[in-house]
């Protein structure tokens, strides 16, 4: 492992043509699974020429049950940058069938994968478990992941996914349709437009939506979804992850409640209200400030304060603002002040 590692930084720095001389096979493809290159180790690894593969699909030398699985890897290498390897079996020009252990890169610089294949010479090594990592980890970061095969409509749910939506898997068979039923009606067609929208643009997503339990509860999760397309475009799987945020939305709900209640307040009580930017100009004032002074807040906004008090207590309160811009003395201490309305009076 150590060795691919030093290869797969060396190689970065290599002229095309001193590839031919590394002791692996390397292949270079688009993101869409085009082959750009294959070096004489790759040629000679699956019995072909520059010729046979360079310019064409990948997936014309992939068995049937291992293209789902590379283009899983290769979205993994593209938007989250998976360095773990995966197990695929290849048609060799033999018509015989090899089974490799691909290492790759996402080369963002070039917008291609750099592949590194080595054949595999028993059966005991097993292919990259992704849902046995999330399962792993689940129970700490308290994510699910979910796979949808589009030609199947077949939906896979990590266990995570059955405990957030309090469902018993085996009384449960999960279907893009009853998801849908679980999702709260009022989020429904937000998240199934966000979910087309991501087909269409062949983009990945986030968005967050409410759940609503059986006994009437509401769960607030947190979807990411990406999918997988073919060399032809057409979507093949789509695969995500889902997680509770529940109390943060509470708290993100309570504050939000808790704000207005004082914005509510701070408009209607009728004591003075304000703040002041750091130059000491008027960037809020709440209505009590025109009962009181008779100034409009477009007369009295963007303007110091001190053009608002008598000279003489205009100087004692700039010197405390530049104290308290300071070191906050003024606010610890707090004090009495006076403005001027606009009649002449003085406001105390």
């Known amino acids: 492992m150590n060795q691919i590692k030093y290869l797969d930084n060396a190689m970065n720095q290599l002229p095309t043509e001193i590839f031919d001389s590394l002791p692996v096979a390397l292949f270079r493809i688009s993101t869409d699974g085009i082959v750009k290159f294959i070096n004489l180790e790759g040629q000679k ?55 490799l252990s691909l290492y790759g890169k996402y080369l963002i610089h070039e917008e291609n994968i750099q592949l590194i294949a080595i054949e595999s010479s028993t059966d005991t090594e097993s292919n990259y478990s992704y849902k046995k990592e999330f399962e792993d980890i689940s129970n700490v970061a308290q994510v699910g992941r979910w796979e949808l095969d589009l030609i199947t409509e077949k939906l896979n749910w990590s266990n995570k996914i059955y405990e957030i939506f309090e469902l018993n898997p085996a009384d449960f068979q999960p279907s893009y349709e009853t998801f849908l039923a679980v999702i709260h009606p009022e989020d429904r067609i ?114 110091p304060f001190s053009d608002f008090q008598p000279s003489d207590i205009s100087i004692r309160d700039q010197k405390a603002f530049r104290k308290f811009s300071l070191d906050g003395e003024i606010a610890k201490m707090g004090y009495e002040t006076s403005f001027l309305a606009k009649n002449g009076d003085r406001k105390y």
């Open 190 to 303: 937000h998240v199934n437009q966000a979910y087309s929208k991501s087909l269409i643009d062949k983009q990945e997503y986030e968005i967050e939506h409410r759940l609503i339990m059986g006994d009437g509860r509401i769960k607030w999760v947190r979807e990411t979804c990406y999918s997988i397309f073919d060399p032809f475009e057409q979507p093949i799987k789509s695969i995500g992850t889902c997680q509770e945020i529940t109390k943060q939305k509470e708290l993100e709900i309570h504050l939000q409640e808790s704000e207005k209640n004082y914005s509510n307040l701070v408009e209607n009580t009728a004591s003075l209200v304000w703040s002041l930017d750091e130059y000491g100009h008027f960037n809020f004032l709440n209505p009590a400030w025109e009962k009181s002074l008779g100034y409009s807040k477009e007369e009295m906004v963007n303007r």
């Open 45 to 99: 690894l699956l019995g072909i020429t520059n010729s046979d593969l360079v310019m064409k699909p990948i997936e014309l030398i992939l068995d049937k049950n291992s293209k789902e699985i590379f283009y899983d890897f290769l979205n993994r290498l593209k938007f989250e940058r998976q360095t773990q390897p995966c197990l695929i079996d290849v048609c060799t020009s033999k018509d015989s069938i090899k089974k």
